[in-house]
């Protein structure tokens, strides 16, 4: 069973970056997709970025042209490469994997494995 485990969060202002980190133990990723979901208090999870196993990708509007997700096989990572950052993108990410890693998929409940979670908090 693969395990995850996010870090890379932390405090940052308005228009600043941070890289987030999905690091997977107990087996390779390379046959898996991954997904990145945010959190914010009060609200329900939502889709942020995913990427198939042939490296497919798809981003939510509210991210797009700003966040880049990506995966590192031969370190069995995955990134979600955050820039211009704005006071809404505050929540708890999480990264996700589903082993059908051919489909890229937008849908929480269609990811198998989840990482505890990081918190990003971007100030004005």
């Known amino acids: 069973q693969v395990q995850l485990v996010e870090s890379g969060g932390g405090l940052v202002q308005a228009g600043g970056s941070l890289r987030l980190s999905c690091a997977a133990s107990g087996r390779t990723l390379r046959s898996y997709g991954m997904g990145w979901f945010r959190q914010a208090p009060g609200q329900e999870r939502e889709f942020v970025a995913c990427?198939?196993?042939?490296?497919?990708?798809r981003y939510a509007d509210s991210v797009k042209g700003r966040f880049t997700i990506s995966k590192d096989n031969a370190k069995n990572t995955g990134y979600l490469q955050m820039n211009s950052l704005k006071p809404e993108d505050t929540a708890v990410y999480y990264c996700?994997?589903?082993?059908?890693?051919?489909?890229?998929?937008?849908?929480?409940?269609?990811?198998?494995?989840w990482g505890q979670g990081t918190q990003v908090t971007v100030s004005s």
């Open positions: 990427i198939s196993s042939g490296g497919i990708t």
């Open positions: 996700a994997v589903v082993r059908a890693g051919y489909f890229l998929t937008v849908v929480a409940g269609e990811y198998d494995v």
